[in-house]
Nanobody
């Protein structure tokens, strides 16, 4: 079972930036379609963005033009560059397969507040 370790979260002021990283285990990473998800307090987990093995990307409307997903297959890592952050981006961010199973990593907390 592939596992993920997310990092890079923190407290940032509105308008600021953060770069999240997700390190994946195993040797099949390059074949996986990957995604970032987030879960805000009291809300369901939601898909934020995804990237296929071929590099095609998807973004939910609320983050288009502000967030960028990328991957480095040599490092088994997927990234999320988040710019112009808003308070409503506050959540725990998780990476996983685009079609996740039951396993989830610990996530990384992103808090956008002045």
């Amino acid at each position: 079972q592939v596992q993920f370790v997310e990092s890079g979260g923190g407290l940032v002021q509105p308008g600021g930036s953060l770069r999240l990283s997700c390190a994946a285990s195993g040797s099949m990473f390059a074949r996986y379609d990957m995604a970032w998800y987030r879960q805000a307090p009291g809300k369901q987990r939601e898909l934020v963005t995804s990237i296929t093995s071929g590099g095609s990307t998807y973004y939910r409307d609320s983050v288009k033009g502000r967030f960028t997903i990328s991957r480095d297959n040599a490092k088994n890592t997927v990234y999320l560059q988040m710019n112009r952050l808003k308070p409503e981006d506050t959540a725990v961010y998780y990476c996983n397969l685009r079609r996740p199973g039951d396993y989830w990593g610990q996530g990384t907390q992103v808090t956008v507040s002045s």
